[in-house]
Nanobody, 122 residues
């Protein structure tokens, strides 16, 4: 019922920047929390950053001061600005959202995007 599509990944040198976007579409009534997670090869998926509908944010310690999460509620889109990238930031980045849909009643469910690869070379 809800699709999340990420874009903006790619290959960048250490110290560079990338901006990820995630657009949500479907029978959306509202979106509560949104977030970005990442998974490196052989590692568990981990939280990068989350943002509430009101704009409150929290970050993993490893990205504080370098990454910024934001959202445009009118467009059902969230962003992740990544600066001062390090090789250890290399991973597949996933968009996540708690979305409320309406179909003979309201239902809140958690959704994931397909992921976008970020590779940081040293």
């Amino acid at each position: 019922q809800v699709q999340l599509v990420e874009s903006g990944g790619g290959l960048v040198q250490a110290g560079g920047s990338l901006r990820l976007s995630c657009a949500a579409s479907g029978k959306i009534f509202s979106i509560n929390d949104m977030g970005w997670y990442r998974q490196a090869p052989g590692q568990q998926r981990e939280l990068v950053a989350r943002i509430t509908a009101g704009g409150s944010t929290n970050y993993a310690d490893s990205v504080k001061g370098r990454f910024t999460i934001s959202r445009d509620n009118a467009k059902n889109t969230e962003y992740l600005q990544m600066n001062s990238l390090k090789p250890e930031d290399t991973a597949v980045y996933y968009c996540n959202a708690d979305a409320v849909t309406y179909n003979y009643g309201f239902q809140e469910s958690n959704y994931w995007g397909q992921g976008t690869q970020v590779t940081v070379s040293s």
